[in-house]
Structure formats: C-alpha cells, structure tokens
C-alpha cells in the first residue's frame, strides 16, 4: 500500500478562480449556502476507501463514488462540485474521501478544484490512508510497518472531539502470526503544522507518540488523516469508523448507526439431546441413525435460572427466552406433576423477553425419512413432497401461546421461532417453504418469524409474517459440558485425515481446517471462545440489529455459553463510553429496524432522497411511505418536537413514514462535532462478516435444534 503522492500547491486566489466563486468565507453572502446532506467518495478500488463505503452505505448516509480506475467516470469540477438552486449557491456534497491526501497526477486540475471547493464551502476532507509526510501536516515517518496486535490510544483530543464515544483504547488485531494485518506510518506534527492527533499509538522502541488519525488544518482546509491501512472487517475500522462519519459530517447526516446485541435462548423448558463423543453423533436426533446410542438430554435446573437472572443483572442485559411448553408438560406427566424448572422460570417470567417455539418443537416443513442420514423429504406416489399440513402448523403455534398465556408469560403474540426454523426452506433437502405455512402464520397473526441467517439472510415475506434473520452461535446445542462443544468441534472441523469428518475439506470455500485437533480441556477456553467472541463483536460494532441465538442446554451444566457472552460484554465495556451502551431489543423491533433499512436503503439507491442543510435548518425529502433517519446534534427538533434519541453525543432515530417532507431545526450554533469535553456520564445508563483479512469464519455447520 506503500505510494507515492504529489502534491498541488495553488494560492487562495488560485483556489478561487478555479470555482469562479469571490474570495472571502462562503457565508458573507446575505443568505446561507444550501449543503446537500451527500459524501463525495472518490475511490481507487483499495480497501480504505472500501470500508469508508460500506460504513455509510450499512448507515443509509447518501455517497457518490467516483471510481479512479474507470475510464468513464465524471471529471471532477466546479460544476460537479457545486451550482445555484433557486437563486442559491449549493455545495453538491457536504465531506468529501480521497484515498489519500492528493490522489491525483501533478498539476490537476480536479485536485485543484477540490481543494477551492472544500475552502469555499468549509467542506471537511478524508484521507483514506495517507503516507506520513509535511503535506498532510506531519514529519516523515518515525516508524513504518506492521501494527498488529498494537494497542492504540484515543488522544484527549479525540476523547473531546470525533471520538469521544471510545473509552481509549483501540486495539488492533492480530488474528493470525502468519499473516500481515495492518500497516501504519506513525509521525509526529510537522513543525509549525496545525496538527491535533486524535488517536496515536507508541512508535516501537522508543516513549514517542505518533499519529494515527488526525486533523490538519490549512489554508482554510481541514483534513482528516489516516495512516494505517484497513478493510471493513476489522475491529480497529470498525471502533473509529463512527468518529470518521461524524467529524466529516460535523454530526450531520442522514442515516444512522448503533451497536446492537441480542441473545435469544432456544428450546427452554424443554430438553436437547446430547452429542455422542463416541458415535460422533447426537442419539435421539437424525443425525444419528435410528436407534443409534442412547439420548442424554440435557435440561436446565433452577439453580440454572439463578445464574442466568443473577448474571443479567450484572451485565445489565436482557435474553429472549424461546420456549416450547410441552416440555413442561412432559416433566409434570413423568414426575408426578413436578417441573421446579418451570416453576423457577415462572417465578421469574418478567426478567426474561419471551417468543412463541411451538410446542412441542415438531419440525414443520416437510414430512421428514429419518431412516437414512442425512435426512430426506417424503415423496407421494407421484413424487410431490409430503408437506407437514396447515393443522398441525396451527396446534403447534396456538398450543404453545395458550400455555404461555396461561403461565403468565409476558409475550408479544405476532412473533414465534419454529423449531430448527422448521416450514421455511432448508437446502439441500427442502428447497422451498412449506405452502402450509403461510397461511398457518395467517391463521395465528404472526408477524415477525424467525429465520436462520446462516440458511435464509436476506428479510423477506412470508405470507405475513416478515423474517428476522438470526446468527447462529458456534455454541453447540447439543453440548452442555466444554469436553463435548470441543470434541463436536473437532469433529467438524478437522480433515479426515486427522480423524474429523471431513466437513472442512468438502466446503473450502466456507470453512477452513483445524491445523490439528484441539485439546478437550483447554480448547474451548483457549480457542473457540475468543474466535466467536470477536466474531459475534464483530456483528455488535457493524451496525447489524440481527439477534444471535443459542439453546437452553448451553445454560446448563458447565453453562458454556456465559464465557463468550462475557466476551462481548465485557469487551465492549471496555471500548465505549457509556453514552453509547448495546442496544439489545426484542425480535419484533429488530425487525422494524430491518424493515425500515431496507425501504430507506432502496429510496436513497433510487435516488429518491434529497437531504439539504441551509443555516440551521435541515430538509428531508423522501417517498411517502417511508420513514427517514438521521443523525444530528442533540436538541435538534422536528417541527415542535424533540428529535430521536440520544446515542454516542448526538441524537438519531426515525422520522414518521407519513408526508415526503421532513424539516428538522438545529440547536443555535449547533457543535461540528461533539461537544469541547464531553464525557461520558457518571453511570451507565441500565440498557446496554464477512471476516478480517487472513482469516475464514468457521460457520458451514451448526448444529441447529
């Protein structure tokens, strides 16, 4: 990524001459400039310019890329950059992202044009990645090369300004020894240089800071410089994308972004089958042929319940517990009417959030041949898929409410999880959803169903019920105790050769081998948890609502699932402030959220949104139908009402879906950023992949029940 950059010295008049506009700040005109609420992405196809575009793209913040590579793109001019609407001047984009300080050939006139553009309008600029040097504001570099696993730090600075929401540190990965991460320059300001570094990290071998991001100011300018290289993957981007959107937009924008975390627990009050270290398959289950082994179910107790109360209450965290009542039933009926389980959980019903399994968590799609493994669908006579009937959907669905009802479950009645996610389409064996189920979930006023996001990612209908795509946790529910999640491991991730099944060899292009068994007593502390630590934070930091899911079995026992749980917990404490805690909600408005993405995401792809800041008002234009969001500085109105709420030092949400016009006021002198020495509060407030380079995420199978 080692480059050489040039650059293009104008004097002020130059610059203005350039856009044709009078010398003097763009504001000495009677009335505001009009800013259009858009980003300037100008790319050279390398991954930091990438990873700034996903960043807003998964935020709903309108860009324009113009690509470097492509013969056919726009010249980037006066007339591109800017022109008059109704008499006033307006300003195209409102920040603009190079690749770099001055991607440009010597002498351009499009860099020239840019940088006349940014001083008329005070539009901010972002250097992708930048190589160290006195004319983005810094020494030529103490230090070039690798800093992986180096442990960075947010400047005061940066902890008063852009970045305020970090509590410090931003470490960067180092996922794999063999493989180069990340690459930096680390400098100090150049002499004379209007330079505040906001994050910097110890040049290696000596006490020296040096920057890592940073602000330049100069000849009216300001720029934002980035010396280290990344993808979109990465923790360290994804800890500092927030503040690079927010200083550019000065805390102005369409389209927002929040760290979400939600754990749903699947199977409670019933039973899960355990795996078989011996068979290498979990009896009772079809993974195992029919009769194979003997079934070990694996079932919470109430001390269970204790723990998983008592350690809510720590973590300020809240799960989804998602039931299936006869497994209650069954208890009571074979223990003369005792289910302390179940008492316990009732006794502490309104800890939990609740969703509807079904019953008896029969699969529901088609009929199932469990006589041959892997499992088939039943055929007629003349050939049709046997499908599980509309009837029994129903039963499955109502029964299961009614015992919730009656137990006093506090539930939302419109969603429900089938078991295995059983009716929808599940490949190779079942290609498509079982037609009974529509109209079953029609039947029983389901809106929001579950899905298995490693199978069915994409939202979508299904009769009227929309789905609420779900990650599985490489947790396994048929593992109570460490010894059998890591044996289950081994057993799917290690070639046959190595005595595994095979799984990783046959699916490459998802999954890659074990380079050798892993040790039953210390590999699951040891491995499996912090890979699906930093895979699941992963998930929290990308702006993604989808709720992660694991099973009742993984509460019990050994309680398996609390040490990565305490992982992304824990580390996320450590790296945000608290006036930006997780964001854990409930299934059916994770799928709101979703929902109101993907109309906002098609609107802004259609160009059908138009976002413009005149002095301190700001317009939104968008279909009727559609709700708007964005993210602006705190006391912002819309109309006579408080806007949004409060996130990382500003406030965003969404606008009603109703009119095509939405006008916000800003506060008086409302702040570029966050406010001078802003901090976080005294106490947290009670709420709380793709993969980085070098590395594949291990998700071909999970066991699913």
Request: net charge negative; charged share 20%.
């Amino acid at each position: 990524m080692k480059r050489t950059i040039r650059t293009t010295a104008l004097t002020v008049g130059a610059l203005m001459g350039v856009l044709g506009l009078p010398a003097g700040p763009a504001q000495a005109a009677a009335t505001a400039p009009r800013v259009d609420l858009r980003v300037l992405l100008v790319s050279d196809g390398g991954p930091a310019t990438d990873a700034i575009a996903a960043e807003l793209d998964t935020a709903g913040t309108p860009f324009t890329k113009v690509d470097l590579t492509r013969s056919d793109r726009p010249a980037i001019d006066a007339g591109f950059l800017s022109d008059t609407v109704g008499g006033r001047p307006r300003a195209r984009f409102q920040a603009v992202v190079l690749p770099n300080d001055n991607p440009f050939a010597a002498g351009s006139t499009e860099m020239a044009a840019l940088a006349a553009y940014e001083q008329a309008y005070a539009i901010p600029q972002v250097d992708a990645y930048t190589y160290a040097r006195p004319e983005a504001g810094l020494q030529y570099p103490a230090y070039g090369g690798s800093v992986d696993g180096v442990r960075a730090q947010v400047t005061a600075a940066g902890r008063s300004g852009p970045f305020g929401y970090l509590e410090g540190a931003v470490p960067f990965e180092d996922n794999s020894p063999s493989v180069g991460e990340s690459y930096a320059y680390l400098a100090a300001p150049a002499p004379g240089a209007d330079f505040t570094p906001y994050v910097e990290a110890t040049v290696p071998g000596s006490s020296q800071q040096g920057s890592l991001v940073g602000e330049y100011r100069h000849d009216g300018r300001r720029e934002l410089v980035v010396t280290f290289v990344y993808n979109q993957y990465q923790q360290q981007f994804r800890l500092l994308a927030r503040g690079i959107v927010e200083w550019m937009t000065g805390g102005v924008h369409l389209g927002a972004s929040r760290n979400y975390f939600a754990v749903h627990v699947d199977d409670v009050f019933a039973a899960d089958d355990r795996w078989d270290t011996q068979l290498n398959c979990t009896p009772g289950d079809v993974d195992c042929a029919d009769g194979a082994g003997t079934p070990s179910p694996i079932r919470m107790t109430p001390a269970d319940v204790d723990h998983a109360v008592a350690w809510q209450s720590e973590h300020h965290f809240t799960l989804d517990l998602v039931y299936n009542g006869a497994g209650s039933v069954d208890q009571r009926e074979d223990n003369d009417g005792v289910d302390q389980l179940a008492d316990r959980l009732v006794a502490d019903r309104n800890r939990f959030r609740w969703v509807n399994h079904t019953y008896t968590h029969a699969f529901l799609g088609c009929e199932q041949n469990t006589t041959v493994v892997p499992w088939t669908c039943r055929t007629g006579a003349g050939g049709g898929i046997e499908w599980v009937s509309r009837s029994t959907i129903d039963d499955e669905i109502a029964t299961n409410r009614a015992w919730g009802q009656s137990a006093g479950l506090p539930l939302e009645n419109d969603e429900l999880v089938t078991g295995e996610h059983s009716g929808l389409k599940i490949l190779p064996q079942q290609p498509a959803d079982n037609p009974n189920l529509a109209p079953a979930l029609a039947d029983n006023g389901i809106g929001w169903l579950g899905s298995d996001n490693s199978r069915d990612p994409q939202q979508r209908q299904v009769g009227p019920a929309t789905t609420v795509s779900r990650y599985p946790m490489n947790v396994f529910y048929n593992a109570g105790r460490t010894a059998e999640q890591v044996d289950e491991y081994n057993w799917i991730y290690t070639s046959r050769a190595q005595g595994g099944s095979g799984i990783c060899e046959d699916n490459p292009a998802t999954s890659t081998c074990l380079p050798a068994p892993l040790d039953t007593g210390t590999g699951y502390a040891g491995y499996i948890v912090p890979l699906e630590t930093r895979i699941d934070l992963g998930h929290v930091l990308a702006n993604d609502p989808k709720p992660h899911f694991i099973h009742q079995s993984n509460l019990a026992e050994d309680r398996i699932a609390y040490p990565v749980l305490d992982g992304v917990l824990d580390g996320y404490d450590a790296l945000f402030a608290a006036d930006t805690p997780l964001v854990n909600l409930r299934m059916k408005d994770i799928g709101t959220e979703l929902r109101r993405r993907a109309a906002w995401k098609t609107a802004v792809d259609a160009g059908q949104v138009t976002g413009y800041r005149i002095g301190d008002t700001v317009t939104v234009q968008a279909p009727g139908g559609v709700a708007a969001t964005a993210t602006l500085p705190a006391g912002t109105t819309l109309g006579t009402t408080a806007f949004g709420s409060a996130y990382a030092g500003l406030v965003s949400g969404w606008t009603a879906a109703s009119g095509t016009t939405r006008t916000f006021t800003l506060p008086s002198a409302a702040p570029a950023a966050r406010p001078s020495g802003a901090r976080r509060p005294a106490t947290a407030p009670a709420p709380r992949t793709k993969t980085p380079a070098g590395v594949t995420e291990r998700v071909p199978y999970v066991p699913d029940n």
